[in-house]
């Protein structure tokens, strides 16, 4: 070979290198020839019959020379050298102007460069730092500059005057030996003490013998460059052992690193699953439960949680769910590419098990809101009902506490005049038609009172109590009715005379009393409607009662002319009379204030059901404006939906551009969020308006909350196939046209785009790409082979990733067990077993640990106390056994 440096003998016409070479060189010698048991004490001298000089080169080569001459002659001296120099150019190496004899003379010029020729082949020549075009003098620079490149101060450009101030000696100490050197308090301007301090330190724990004194160094302006290569090459093999490790122990970092990783992910996975089944666990009774309120303000409140749920709690859960199903696919992927086994989630925790219990959630969810909307028109229909109750119950109770059961159980008939009893008789015949026409009130009443029993009203007790009271009270009325009647027919003839004016007055005057009675109920009766057709059906049958109003007036007028012909008559013809109507109690007074107050409620009546008009024309605008915007948002996600299923099944551009296409696209999917809150509001304002049917869509919020969640859900598992495509791309080295021909084949046989082959298909697809399977026993054997890895659960499907997961797993290029297990054998010096400090001098603390507390202990033979089993720790990474 070209020597590097060709020798420049001028050079060593310095006294000052030549003393600095003379004192590398001896040291650097005796450093070999001391394994022989000698050494050299005059680098000239010593050399010269030729015998050192042999064994010099059998220590450092490891291999014997030819047999020396044993005489003391010239001749044999100069035989002796020129063995030594023949076995320096068999190894390449070009000697320049050096001959046996120059050595033999004594020659220090000639020796020196003999001696450099030996060190630059046997301790330099050799030396590579990642880079094969480099000599090596710059492969020991590279080294030494990597080496010390994150010290401060430190800046190695050369082999002489970046050496002269210490620090480049003590940071290659420092560097691999730590503790030999405290190198914060080293100072730049400190030469000497760095200089020494790195030799005594080199000489004593490193084995380097001192081959120069510091103030060689430092009283020369620019070092000998072949001294300091010398010395720094004697730094380098010393530490070669120590780069070994270093290698090994990165590998072992990489492989540990990636399982950290793993279980990490998996304690999260684990974590989320159990915090969405809890979840689930505890949401699903409080959909179930079925029980319900009283009150209408109860129910109300159920209803507004429920709204709150499906508004605010379960949005982020479904998004969890959606985050765990891709956790879990990107960790299973993640665990394909690094060799390792599937993970196996805790039992109850798998994506199915998830899915049942999402299933469970939304199968107690169904219906809940139906059943709530039910519940308030039940309570809405109660409260009606109740409020109708007690309105006829307080009408009917006001005309019993009018005195009805003393008049009945008056016996004033004993003592009365003719006159009288026949007046009496006559009162009682119009307290009896008054009682009939109250009848159908109470039938009303007690009608009322069952169907609230019916229904279930909270309140039913009380109710059933005064219903019981006015009915026992009506037929305690009807007894005495009865009993008084008798009574009067008994002493009828007794009684001739009676006022035809008074009696006629009374029989027209009670049920025209009754008739405005019912007017003004009817006029303050409440009603509950829901569509514009309900409320203009009770606008048209209040118009028609206003229309008998004239009608009714005309008889209000007759009557009242009945009580004034009375008056006259009085008046005429001076009757003894009390002054009252002995058959009624109705006067002229009371029929007026009651013709008043239904003429004063039937504006009342118009307003309200003008302002009913109203609200039911703002629901029908409400139904509108939902239906206007569900009828689009409808059909948008279902083209959405449609439009992802085409993008994962078509192929345009790399798998890059489709992850940036489908990430444009969710985006715009995520920008139409507000139209679907939008929708959410309007949907709230029915709900609170009790608007419960929309003949203007088929669309509820329902079908759009559920069509939205599966279209997030669908664009977002989309895109994390095809970031799992990208992984399992890179990391087992498939082309993108590879990745293309393979996405091809599959969905030419996916005919029904449903994103997985049958057997039958799947068969097809191979052999169109080559695989030799045809129909014979080693094919079918063969093809069942493949089966079994891509569709290890026997579900008689293959999905595209176990596609080509299967069709890359040959190129795979991943690390194995057998490369962590060699790594571990360096650390551990060739044994069969490592020891705790080893692996925590050459790893880092956390990964020390990591593997300290996983490894079992060593049980071979060869054994020490503390002895670990790093050859079962390294299959165990690859799930061969067992952690």
Request: proline share 3%; net charge negative.
């Amino acid at each position: 070979m070209q020597q590097e440096d060709d020798w420049d003998r001028d050079l060593l016409l310095d006294p000052a290198w030549e003393k600095q070479q003379r004192k590398t060189f001896t040291a650097w010698c005796n450093s070999h020839l001391r394994k022989a048991g000698t050494q050299i004490e005059n680098i000239e001298e010593d050399f010269r019959d030729g015998l050192k000089l042999m064994l010099l080169l059998e220590v450092i080569s490891g291999e014997r020379l030819a047999k020396p001459e044993r005489g003391k002659m010239r001749v044999h001296k100069i035989s002796n050298v020129n063995k030594a120099l023949d076995f320096i150019a068999s190894k390449g190496v070009k000697l320049v102007s050096i001959g046996a004899e120059e050595i033999v003379d004594g020659n220090a010029k000639m020796t020196l460069g003999m001696i450099w020729t030996i060190i630059l082949r046997f301790a330099i020549q050799d030396i590579s730092v990642e880079a094969t075009e480099t000599s090596a003098k710059e492969g020991l620079l590279l080294w030494c500059q990597r080496k010390t490149a994150p010290y401060k101060n430190v800046n190695i450009q050369n082999f002489h005057i970046s050496w002269k101030d210490g620090l480049g000696f003590c940071a290659l100490i420092h560097r691999h030996r730590p503790e030999l050197i405290d190198y914060g308090k080293l100072r730049k301007d400190d030469p000497m003490t760095n200089l020494n301090t790195a030799f005594d330190v080199a000489e004593k724990y490193l084995d380097i013998p001192k081959m120069l004194d510091a103030e060689d160094i430092v009283g020369t302006a620019r070092p000998d460059e072949k001294a300091i290569m010398t010395y720094v090459s004697s730094f380098y093999h010393a530490f070669s052992g120590a780069q070994k490790a270093e290698t090994a122990a990165n590998r072992i970092c990489k492989v540990l690193a990636v399982n950290q990783e793993n279980e990490q992910l998996m304690e999260d996975y684990e974590k989320l699953a159990s915090d969405l089944l809890e979840w689930i666990r505890r949401t699903i009774p409080w959909l179930e439960n079925r029980l319900p309120e009283n009150t209408m303000q109860a129910m109300q409140q159920k209803l507004e949680d429920f709204r709150d749920y499906r508004r605010l709690h379960k949005p982020p859960k479904v998004q969890e769910k959606c985050q765990l199903e891709i956790n879990f696919n990107t960790l299973q992927t993640k665990l394909r590419l690094s060799n390792r086994p599937a993970f196996m989630p805790s039992e109850g925790k798998m994506v199915s098990d998830i899915n049942n219990a999402w299933g469970s959630l939304e199968g107690a969810e169904k219906g809940y809101e139906e059943w709530l909307l039910n519940e308030i028109r039940r309570l809405e229909r109660l409260d009606h009902l109740a409020e109708k109750f007690r309105q006829k119950a307080a009408i009917h109770e006001a005309w019993t506490e009018g005195g009805k059961e003393d008049l009945l159980q008056k016996r004033d008939y004993e003592t009365a005049s003719l006159s009288e009893i026949k007046a009496l008789l006559k009162k009682h015949e119009a307290f009896e038609s008054d009682l009939a026409a109250h009848q159908d009130r109470v039938e009303q009443i007690a009608a009322i009172a069952q169907e609230l029993n019916e229904l279930d009203y909270y309140d039913s007790p009380s109710v059933n109590a005064r219903c019981q009271r006015i009915c026992d009270q009506w037929d305690a009325l009807g007894a005495m009715t009865v009993k008084r009647t008798e009574a009067l027919q008994r002493t009828e003839k007794l009684l001739e005379t009676i006022d035809q004016l008074y009696l006629e007055f009374a029989k027209r005057a009670a049920p025209f009393n009754n008739w405005m009675e019912g007017a003004m109920e009817d006029l303050q009766d409440t009603f509950i409607v829901h569509t514009i057709e309900e409320i203009q059906g009770l606008s048209t049958a209040h118009e028609q009662f206003k229309a008998t109003l004239p009608e009714a007036d005309k008889e209000r007028q007759a009557i009242l002319g009945i009580h004034n012909e009375i008056a006259k008559i009085v008046q005429t013809y001076h009757v003894n009379m009390a002054g009252t109507n002995p058959y009624t109690t109705i006067n002229p007074q009371e029929i007026n204030a009651k013709w008043d107050k239904v003429r004063q409620l039937v504006p009342q009546r118009d307003q309200a059901l003008i302002e009913e008009h109203a609200r039911q024309q703002n629901n029908e605008r409400l139904r509108r404006q939902f239906a206007t915007q569900a009828n689009v948002i409808g059909p948008w996600i279902q083209t959405k939906m449609e439009e992802i299923g085409r993008i994962s099944i078509e192929m345009h551009g790399t798998l890059e551009d489709q992850l940036t296409h489908l990430r444009q696209y969710e985006k715009s999917i995520i920008n139409y969020k507000p139209k679907i809150d939008q929708l959410e509001g309007d949907h709230q304002l029915i709900q609170e308006a009790l608007i419960f049917d929309n003949k203007h869509t088929n669309y509820t919020m329902e079908h759009i909350r559920v069509g939205w969640e599966q279209l997030l859900t669908t664009i977002a598992r989309t895109i994390n196939e095809i970031e799992n495509q990208i992984l399992t791309r890179d990391a087992k080295g498939i082309s993108q046209e590879q990745l293309n021909e393979f996405r091809a084949s599959f969905n030419h046989f996916d005919r029904d785009h449903s994103g997985t082959l049958g057997a039958e298909e799947f068969k097809a697809c191979l052999i169109s790409l080559g695989f030799d399977i045809a129909n014979d026993a080693q094919g079918e054997n063969e093809f069942s082979r493949i089966m079994s890895v891509v569709d290890p659960n026997r579900m008689g499907t293959v999905t595209f990733q176990a596609f080509i997961d299967f069709m890359s797993r040959e190129t795979a290029d991943t690390d194995t067990a057998d490369q962590v297990m060699a790594s571990f054998k360096v650390l551990a010096g060739d044994k069969n077993y490592i020891l705790a400090d080893e692996l925590r001098r050459e790893l880092p603390p956390d990964q020390a640990e990591y593997c300290i507390a996983r490894m079992a202990p060593y049980t071979g033979p060869d054994g020490v106390p503390g002895a670990l089993d790093y050859m079962s720790f390294s299959t165990a990474l690859y799930g061969e056994s067992d952690l």
